[in-house]
């Protein structure tokens, strides 16, 4: 295979999928193809509104699509318990795709109260992972999917002021909440392999790609969308995440981005992850800090 794209995802036909942020940008790609492949795709979304609009937009190129939604703020950690207890009522949960992000916002908090980036990205994704575990071990073939970033490269492991009190880089901060992404799947790796647990967890990230996320960069909005033309498009940018959710190749702690151009266009393939980002020590240290800062325990023992 010279890299994994759409025309490789397989039939998923009885498999359940939750797509966090998948109203728009690259969670709207991925969910897109995994309805047309006859997947369950439950859009997990802030807005309501804008999560309906997209599922018409799906059911019109694949009208018996099964779609639903599911209401979630990863910016509130009692938003998310709720969404999380919901989730778990369905019938059933094999995957879970991490897909929703906010990127280099001017200063801005949760509800908690900590640094939106943080936040949102990490804290919000750790907490609604966790809670989902148990159900998920109930699925077939449950993975685990969390969207990292080639920024995670000059990420560094610096959580002490998770609420921005003492100093706020907005670039900084998204590629240390993009590290703790990076973190964490492997650490999640890790642990749910010690406890012989059938979820795996997967890592990805979409190289640079032609999306709203980046809305907050200013003059960078004009150079995205020059980005796209010649890198990678939103649906592009998906590869990697459908790879992530669906190839039935991959196995625990597999990481994949896309292959050309310094990983950041093209095909789906496996993808670079800083020495930090797989140190035992980093990830030991950044779970229990979210289980402090959350208190949320997935109850999974350290390697």
Known sequence: MPGFTAAYVPDLSGRTYVVTGANTGLGFEAARVLAARGGEVVLACRSEDKAREAMARISRETPHAKLDFAEL???????????????????????????????IPPLSHTAQGFELQFGVNHLGTFALTSLLLPKLAEGKGPRVVVTSSIAHRSGQAVWSDPKAEEHYARSQRYSDSKLANALFFVELARRLSASGSPVISVGCHPGVASTDLGRHVGIANLAMKFVGKVLNTAEQGAWPTLQAATDPEVVNG????????????????PAFLTRLARDPGAGEWLWQRSVELTGVDPGLLPV
């Open 73 to 103: 703020d990863l910016g509130d950690l009692d938003a998310v318990r709720r969404s999380a207890e919901s989730l778990s009522q369905r019938e059933r949960l094999d995957v879970l795709v991490n897909n929703a992000g906010v990127m």
């Open 254 to 269: 597999d990481y994949y981005g896309p292959r050309g151009l310094r990983e950041m266009s093209g095909p789906s393939g």
